[in-house]
């Protein structure tokens, strides 16, 4: 096996794979989540899209490596574990909630097969800078801020086990896109679609349009009911838009 291969093993979660030519979504959790949290999301988009689920190290199955706190350096090794997967005949798309929408962004940056567009959840333009000092909370408020986000399930935020094997990758998470500033460059070329929760309290309808600033391509903004993790609330309707916008840009009806 190549060491490529062995990269891409290691970070790339193939769910559902495609028997058929299809494009492929690259699937970037948020902050202290995992590859799994999409698989609903490919099970649902299996027919026409297959998807690709990013694994962070330091959590479930790679819980036992070192965990990265930077986003450049997760956004330059999910570039060369995507590396085998690009193929200029099949379109890629890349797709990511909260911090996975920043490293999604930063990742299109680098890739040397451009994507065919970049879809961002839950977060506002990567040049919209907040100070938030999240990561120096200690593990009762970081816990805390967990519960409020209602991105876990409850039942496993009271099991004190199970927080101390969360707490780590969510803190080190959060110290990447705290600390992360976007480095000024050119617009990307593809198409970016936003979605967002109308009552989030980590991005407003402005910094969500100010991805536009963003790409040469055509934008577009859908608005959800419900806070940062909408999309758990509305995942039949988020499934629908993104499959819209992979069909727009890729010319598929």
């Known amino acids: 096996m190549s060491t490529a291969s062995s ?20 699937a970037l959790p948020h902050a202290g989540g995992s590859a799994s949290f999409w698989f609903p999301l490919s099970a649902a988009l299996k027919e026409r899209v297959e998807v690709l689920g ?11 490596e070192p965990l990265v706190d930077d986003i450049d350096t997760l956004a330059e090794r999910i570039t060369e574990a995507l590396d085998p997967w690009l193929d200029e005949r099949l379109p890629l798309v890349l797709f990511g909630h909260s911090m996975g929408a920043v490293l999604g962004f ?31 909370l200690d593990d009762a408020g970081l816990a805390a801020e967990l519960r409020s986000m209602s991105g876990t399930d409850a039942s496993l935020l009271a099991n004190d086990e ?28 593809c198409p970016i679609t936003v979605l967002i929760g109308d009552q989030d309290p980590k991005v407003t ?31 039949a309707a988020v499934t629908a838009r993104i499959t819209e916008a992979i069909d727009a840009a890729t010319g598929r009806g």
């Open 7 to 26: 990269v891409s093993d290691t970070w790339i979660r193939r769910f559902h794979p495609a028997a058929d030519q299809v494009p492929r979504l690259v």
């Open 54 to 64: 990013v694994q962070y190290p330091g959590r479930q199955d790679r819980r036992a």
């Open 106 to 136: 930063e990742v299109a940056r680098r890739l040397r097969v451009p994507p065919a567009a970049l879809i961002v959840s839950g977060r506002r333009a990567p040049d919209r800078q907040r100070e938030e000092r999240l990561h120096r």
């Open 162 to 189: 199970v927080l101390q094997m969360v707490l780590p990758a969510l803190r080190a998470d959060y110290r990447a896109i705290e600390t992360y500033r976007c480095t000024p460059g050119a617009p990307l070329e």
């Open 205 to 235: 309808l402005d910094e969500a349009t100010a991805w536009r600033d963003h790409t040469n391509g055509t934008f577009a903004l859908h608005t959800f009911t419900g806070g940062h993790f909408y999309l758990t609330e509305h995942q």
